[in-house]
Nanobody, 116 residues
Framework: QVQLVESGGDLVQFGGTLRLSCIAS????????MSWYRQAPGKQRELIGT????????WYEDSVKGRFIMSRDNVKNTLYLQMNSLKPDDTAIYYC?????????WGQGTQVTVSS
């Protein structure tokens, strides 16, 4: 059974930093590209970044490019999101998941709130 447990969200000030973690289980982590998503209040969940299974390549959505950095530890089955220069528009619930999947299993997410 796939399980995804996100953590690290918090209330931070404009310009602050956070590091999110996602512990994955129930599938072969290293064989899957992984993504971070976020859902802001009143909006649909959006994809913000993807990292290959080996961690050698990443893609970021324009609004976070240059500020957010994805990484992964395939020994610990853990995905990370380093968030720098945070803005109020980054306020959302953040989720991780496999980049491609045949199910609709999600974790509970972790809340990030950025105050102005």
């Amino acid at each position: 059974q796939v399980q995804l447990v996100e953590s690290g969200g918090d209330l931070v000030q404009f310009g602050g930093t956070l590091r999110l973690s996602c512990i994955a289980s129930g599938f072969t982590f290293s064989r899957h590209a992984m993504s971070w998503y976020r859902q802001a209040p009143g909006k649909q969940r959006e994809l913000i970044g993807t990292i290959t299974g080996g961690g050698d390549s990443t893609w970021y959505e324009d609004s976070v490019k240059g500020r957010f950095i994805m990484s992964r530890d395939n020994v610990k089955n853990t995905l990370y999101l380093q968030m720098n220069s945070l803005k109020p528009d980054d306020t959302a619930i953040y989720y991780c998941n496999r980049a491609t999947r045949g199910d609709d299993i999600w974790g509970q997410g972790t809340q990030v709130t950025v105050s102005s």
